[in-house]
């Protein structure tokens, strides 16, 4: 076998085996026979260990560390290439990845046992598996983006694990919101070099001829949002989820996915070093590697403090894996690649130990905090740096853990409605103002971005180069763009206005996405010269649609039916129930593996050629609409239970809190 059909057959493993194991954990679950609820899963997560390392050794001896590019026409006949570059780097994240998943597995398999949601940890942990796989192995834009938000949305649905208690479900939308936030930095990057007809991301560096070097500022802020660098308050938030998923998602893999993806992706000539003889000016791209090193260094510095004054074990060592990871970062930009190899993978390795160990040494003090939250020693050289008055002031405001920052968990929860857990006429208003304000900022925005590259590529024209032709003939700021954007826009307002009502919700959500969809359509037809009649029987139905549910939605609220007491428990369903209408809320939005994904991704890439920035304007719709779906989800069908009947069902099969309801019912 030649070395580009192993790289073949090892994409197929990697990726359908997972997606194997997703579907017979789900299946077996809800099929099963009482006494065999743990045998077969077990069986399935040993059995895959084995294999997957088997296969990891055999890449090993015949592939090494090689440098091979594979292109894989037509991945699993879904019509896009799927890029591989196997390297040292690629074989490296491969076997560390393999390794920790493995061995949080094998831990996974005894913590979790007789728990109520065991079946629903490792099917979301086999998803987890399948997203660092594709992130791995593709250099493709097309399935490396599906990798990442797979990688998101299991990390979420981890941190609500426990979805008996409102505090995970509420620090979970925390996260997804700074997920999603990051995920729009990355497809802007992505529908950017779609647009020159770049799918290999590997390719980064031919922006810059393109006049369009400032675009390496967007991964730069997508890797951040997705490490915890920035906003680092998140990070310790997340520790809601069961020790596995922290070890997993927070310790070790899904903070430091990100870092690969800057050690494959970044070019080597862009380091402070190679830039540093050269006169920077503000567009110059040193500027932003600069910005950079001082958001990691500052990160670092109060990630440092709060580790040493935080109670909680495990939010300890969240902030002392923040602190680290800013430090890698200053590695990369600085050129210290294999330096930051080494780092990242030695620093997973101990952050996976220290979160494993965590729970036994909890028990081992017989308390869940570790030390009291007052202040510790600082170390001789902050002792020898810094005056003891600077240093009081300085662990006094890391108590409150810079208190300015947690003003970004203010904004979320006053924009989602959680900020007083209640969801009523005001919360749908206070919803309207913010999303209608961060439109109108992202409008502005992208508009400035596209006058500004008008300019620059206007002056190429005369070279006679047929894409900065495209780009000034075609005319950005088009008023029925807007209107249908606008349209999708105001469809989204209506669903938060109906998240407690099932249909109306899903009639809501299938307008906004149908609108945006409609929207990219008629970009298409219009780059081939089509008529506008089509455009103005859209407007118009889609307008009377949106005039007709607005009423139906204010008349409810006068009635008072729109009035709820809390956002959590108001519908009481079967599990099965449940999944399968938040299944077909994410099967809407798109979501990688469910209902509509394909064609959304075939719109975005072939739209994203055409007009690169509406199709980020569409994306930031389609986000709020995710996070929508999420928020309904969680509203509706978890959360603290109302009713003996829920708790019971929840945790029937678990002696110790049927005892603790037994006690305080």
Same mark, same amino acid.
């Given at each position: 076998?030649?070395?580009?059909?192993?790289?073949?057959?090892?994409?197929?493993?990697?990726?359908?085996?997972?997606?194997?194991?997703i579907?017979f954990v789900?299946i077996?679950?809800?099929?099963?026979?009482?006494?065999?609820?743990?045998?077969?899963?077990?069986k399935?997560v040993?059995?895959?260990n084995?294999? &997957?390392?088997?296969?990891?050794?055999?890449?090993?001896c015949?592939?090494?560390?090689?440098?091979?590019?594979?292109?894989?026409?037509?991945?699993?006949?879904l019509?896009?290439?799927f890029?591989v =570059?196997w390297?040292?780097?690629?074989?490296?994240?491969?076997?560390?990845?393999?390794t920790?998943?493995?061995?949080?597995g =094998?831990?996974?398999?005894?913590?979790?046992?007789?728990d109520?949601?065991?079946?629903?940890?490792?099917s979301?942990?086999?998803?987890f =598996?399948?997203?660092?796989?594709?992130?791995?192995?593709?250099s493709?834009?097309t399935f490396?983006?599906?990798?990442?938000?797979l990688?998101?949305?299991?990390?979420?649905l981890?941190?609500?694990?426990?979805?008996h208690?409102?505090?995970?479900?509420?620090?979970?939308?925390?996260?997804?919101?700074?997920?999603?936030?990051? &995920?729009?930095?990355l497809l802007?990057?992505?529908?950017?070099?779609l647009?020159?007809?770049?799918?290999d991301?590997?390719?980064l560096a031919?922006?810059?001829?393109h006049?369009?070097?400032?675009?390496?500022v967007?991964?730069?802020?997508?890797?951040?949002f997705?490490?915890g660098i920035?906003?680092?308050?998140?990070?310790?938030?997340?520790?809601?989820?069961p020790?596995?998923?922290?070890?997993?998602?927070?310790?070790?893999?899904?903070t430091?996915i990100?870092?690969?993806?800057?050690l494959?992706?970044?070019?080597r000539?862009?380091?402070?070093?190679?830039?540093?003889?050269e006169?920077?000016?503000?567009?110059?791209?040193?500027?932003?590697?600069?910005?950079?090193?001082?958001?990691?260094?500052?990160?670092?510095?109060?990630?440092?403090?709060?580790s040493?004054q935080?109670?909680?074990?495990?939010?300890?060592?969240?902030?002392?894996?923040m602190?680290?990871?800013?430090?890698?970062?200053?590695?990369?930009?600085?050129?210290?690649?294999?330096?930051?190899?080494?780092?990242?993978?030695?620093?997973?390795?101990?952050r996976?130990?220290?979160?494993?160990?965590?729970?036994?040494?909890?028990?081992?003090?017989h308390?869940?905090?570790?030390?009291?939250p007052?202040?510790?020693?600082?170390?001789?050289?902050?002792?020898?740096?810094?005056?003891?008055?600077?240093?009081?002031?300085?662990?006094?405001?890391?108590?409150?853990?810079f208190?300015?920052?947690?003003r970004?968990?203010?904004?979320?929860?006053?924009?989602?409605g959680?900020k007083?857990?209640?969801?009523?006429?005001?919360?749908?208003?206070?919803?309207?103002?913010?999303?209608?304000?961060?439109?109108?900022?992202?409008?502005?925005?992208?508009?400035l971005?596209d006058?500004?590259a008008?300019k620059?590529?206007?002056?190429a024209?005369?070279?006679?180069?047929?894409?900065t032709a495209?780009?000034?003939?075609?005319?950005?700021f088009?008023?029925?763009?807007?209107i249908?954007l606008?349209?999708?826009?105001?469809?989204?307002?209506?669903i938060?206005c109906?998240?407690?009502?099932v249909?109306?919700?899903f009639?809501t959500?299938t307008?906004?996405?149908?609108?945006?969809g409609?929207?990219?359509?008629l970009?298409?037809?219009?780059h081939?010269?089509a008529? &506008?009649?089509?455009? %103005?029987?859209?407007?118009t139905?889609?307008?009377?649609a949106?005039?007709?549910?607005?009423?139906?939605?204010?008349y409810?609220?006068?009635?008072?039916?729109?009035?709820?007491?809390?956002?959590?428990?108001?519908?009481?369903?079967?599990?099965?129930?449940n999944l399968?209408?938040?299944?077909?809320?994410l099967?809407?939005?798109?979501v990688?593996?469910?209902?509509?994904?394909?064609?959304?991704e075939?719109?975005?890439?072939?739209?994203?050629?055409?007009?690169?920035?509406?199709?980020?304007?569409?994306?930031?719709?389609?986000?709020?609409?995710t996070?929508?779906?999420?928020?309904?989800?969680?509203?509706?069908?978890?959360?603290?239970?109302?009713?003996k009947?829920?708790?019971?069902?929840?945790?029937?099969?678990?002696?110790?809190?049927?005892? %603790?309801?037994?006690?305080h019912?």
């Amino acid at each position: 076998m030649d070395e580009k059909s192993l790289i073949t057959y090892l994409v197929y493993y990697f990726t359908l085996f997972p997606i194997t194991k997703i579907f017979f954990v789900n299946i077996h679950n809800f099929i099963r026979k009482k006494e065999h609820d743990e045998y077969w899963i077990r069986k399935v997560v040993q059995w895959g260990n084995v294999s &997957d390392f088997i296969h990891v050794i055999v890449a090993l001896c015949f592939l090494g560390f090689t440098d091979v590019t594979v292109e894989i026409k037509s991945f699993c006949f879904l019509g896009w290439p799927f890029i591989v =570059h196997w390297n040292a780097l690629t074989f490296v994240f491969l076997a560390f990845t393999t390794t920790i998943i493995a061995t949080i597995g =094998h831990f996974s398999l005894f913590y979790l046992h007789r728990d109520a949601y065991y079946h629903k940890f490792f099917s979301l942990y086999f998803i987890f =598996h399948l997203s660092i796989k594709l992130i791995v192995l593709s250099s493709g834009s097309t399935f490396f983006f599906m990798g990442w938000e797979l990688l998101g949305f299991s990390s979420v649905l981890l941190i609500a694990f426990y979805e008996h208690r409102p505090n995970p479900l509420k620090n979970a939308m925390r996260v997804l919101f700074i997920y999603e936030a990051g &995920d729009i930095f990355l497809l802007a990057l992505i529908s950017l070099l779609l647009f020159f007809h770049i799918e290999d991301m590997t390719h980064l560096a031919l922006i810059q001829e393109h006049g369009y070097a400032w675009a390496m500022v967007l991964l730069i802020i997508a890797c951040f949002f997705k490490s915890g660098i920035f906003p680092w308050t998140w990070l310790p938030r997340a520790m809601e989820g069961p020790t596995p998923s922290s070890a997993a998602f927070y310790g070790s893999l899904s903070t430091h996915i990100p870092i690969f993806l800057l050690l494959r992706f970044w070019p080597r000539e862009w380091s402070l070093p190679a830039y540093w003889p050269e006169v920077w000016t503000i567009s110059h791209p040193a500027n932003a590697i600069a910005a950079a090193v001082a958001i990691c260094a500052f990160s670092a510095f109060i990630t440092t403090h709060m580790s040493r004054q935080h109670a909680d074990a495990k939010n300890a060592i969240a902030y002392a894996t923040m602190t680290q990871l800013a430090l890698i970062y200053i590695e990369i930009f600085f050129g210290l690649r294999t330096l930051a190899l080494i780092h990242v993978v030695s620093h997973g390795i101990y952050r996976t130990f220290e979160f494993l160990r965590t729970p036994s040494l909890l028990h081992f003090y017989h308390t869940m905090e570790t030390r009291l939250p007052s202040k510790t020693d600082t170390g001789k050289h902050f002792k020898a740096l810094l005056p003891e008055r600077l240093r009081t002031w300085l662990y006094a405001l890391t108590i409150e853990e810079f208190g300015f920052f947690l003003r970004t968990f203010d904004f979320i929860d006053g924009f989602l409605g959680l900020k007083f857990l209640r969801f009523d006429g005001k919360a749908a208003r206070r919803f309207a103002c913010m999303v209608a304000a961060g439109w109108a900022a992202f409008s502005v925005v992208m508009f400035l971005l596209d006058r500004n590259a008008f300019k620059v590529e206007s002056a190429a024209t005369a070279s006679g180069d047929a894409i900065t032709a495209f780009i000034i003939n075609w005319k950005y700021f088009n008023a029925k763009d807007e209107i249908l954007l606008a349209l999708a826009l105001g469809f989204s307002m209506l669903i938060f206005c109906n998240i407690r009502k099932v249909g109306m919700f899903f009639v809501t959500l299938t307008c906004s996405a149908a609108t945006v969809g409609i929207e990219h359509i008629l970009l298409l037809l219009k780059h081939l010269n089509a008529s &506008d009649q089509l455009y %103005w029987i859209a407007v118009t139905t889609l307008a009377v649609a949106f005039a007709w549910l607005a009423f139906y939605s204010v008349y409810n609220y006068t009635r008072g039916s729109g009035n709820y007491s809390s956002y959590t428990a108001g519908l009481s369903r079967s599990t099965l129930a449940n999944l399968l209408l938040f299944i077909a809320a994410l099967s809407i939005v798109g979501v990688p593996g469910l209902g509509i994904v394909l064609a959304w991704e075939y719109l975005l890439h072939y739209t994203a050629q055409v007009a690169p920035l509406m199709v980020v304007k569409g994306f930031f719709i389609i986000k709020i609409d995710t996070l929508l779906v999420f928020l309904f989800y969680f509203s509706n069908f978890l959360g603290y239970p109302d009713h003996k009947v829920q708790v019971l069902h929840h945790y029937k099969r678990d002696t110790l809190h049927l005892r %603790w309801l037994q006690k305080h019912s």
